[in-house]
């Protein structure tokens, strides 16, 4: 219903209808914040989604999808109201937890039949994961401490499971010993298809669905079968229609969030020397880091240089711009921009 970094995104909503949405689209596990303060959840939620979902399971003749509990978890008490409120599982925060406790959590967790999602961000806390005996860890590609986002953390975790020769990738021959996902920041099926490439076998998808105004057919859109994605591809043309939004005219920190807040792709701001909402460089470079923090962002977004990219020479105009288009809606799907508008004046 809300989050530290965004704020309120979905209080009103109904917790079993949602969950029913996820379900019928295909979701295998469904995470449920039960996190009162800043959050807004709570376990009366994953008790109405456990019992929305099973009930449609029955009727499709379905395996139910997976309840995790996404709390901070810090005792062994939490571990067994999770699972007496219906969770099959529970994630549990290397970041948050001292050595000791994180592996009694584990054990905890196995006492009852779990099987602990246990996160990690930085490089040397996922030795800590292992040492507590995780067998499926969750990266977080968000820093809890700065809110930025970074999709390369995944792959860099994936990279050092490879170097101790630990079994994770679901895509390869032969038993896994572990279980590989990728937490936070993936929007679209190019997320989801670049994480299946280094041998992830979940991601973790909330704040997109949450917004989307039809979660069910978000979820199918990210492709989540190899086979559904290379078909995308081969069919990708550009489709005239609104794709993006852009809020212009925009003077102050406290607007500019608000167009983030509501859905904005774009915000703009003006620097023609006649307009009446024209802004000076301190004004600009203040909305500038507004928008940056809001997208969980620090600088340019690297996914800008893709723009630069062009197809082959023998592509037709309106190919390349086609090309150009879906660029820049995907970038924009997934963190606001700002553009500077200007007129008459020099490159």
Not at 49 to 78: N, W, Y
Request: proline share 6%.
């Amino acid at each position: 219903r809300a989050s530290p970094s965004k704020g309120p995104m979905g209080i009103d909503l109904d917790p079993a209808a949602q969950g029913a949405s996820y379900f019928a689209a295909g979701a295998d596990v469904i995470s449920v914040l039960t996190e009162e303060r800043w959050f807004r959840g709570g376990l009366d939620d994953l008790r109405k989604i456990r019992e929305a979902t099973s009930a449609a399971a029955e009727r499709a003749g379905r395996r139910r999808p997976a309840m995790l509990r996404k709390d901070f978890v810090v005792s062994e008490h939490q571990v067994y109201e999770a699972a007496a409120a219906g969770a099959d599982t529970v994630l549990l925060i290397v970041a948050v937890t001292p050595r000791p406790l994180l592996a009694r959590l584990v054990a905890a967790c196995r006492d009852v039949g779990m099987e602990p999602l246990v996160e990690i961000h930085a490089a040397e806390e996922l030795d800590v994961a292992l040492d507590a005996g995780a067998r499926v860890i969750g990266v977080n590609n968000r820093n809890l401490h700065t809110f930025e986002l970074d999709l390369g953390t995944t792959d860099r975790a994936a990279e050092q499971l490879r170097k101790r020769n630990l079994k994770f990738d679901h895509m390869g021959s032969g038993d896994v010993e572990y279980a590989l996902c990728a937490l936070s920041g993936m929007s679209d099926a190019a997320d989801v298809d670049r994480y299946r490439k280094v041998g992830v076998g979940m991601v973790l998808i909330g704040e997109s669905l949450m917004r989307s105004p039809d979660p069910g057919d978000t979820i199918r859109k990210l492709c989540l079968d190899p086979d559904d994605y290379q078909k995308k591809l081969d069919q990708q043309t550009f489709q005239p229609g609104l794709k993006l939004i852009k809020v212009c005219g925009i003077t102050a920190p406290d607007d500019a969030l608000a167009a983030c807040r509501a859905g904005a792709n774009l915000i703009g701001v003006i620097f023609a020397p006649k307009s009446k909402r024209r802004v000076d460089p301190s004004q600009a470079s203040a909305v500038v880091r507004a928008v940056r923090a809001f997208g969980e962002r620090a600088g340019p977004t690297a996914a800008l240089s893709a723009l630069a990219s062009s197809p082959p020479a023998s592509a037709s105009p309106i190919r390349r711009v086609a090309h150009k288009s879906l660029l820049l809606e995907r970038v924009a799907s997934r963190t606001p921009l700002v553009v500077g508008v200007f007129q008459d004046a020099p490159p």
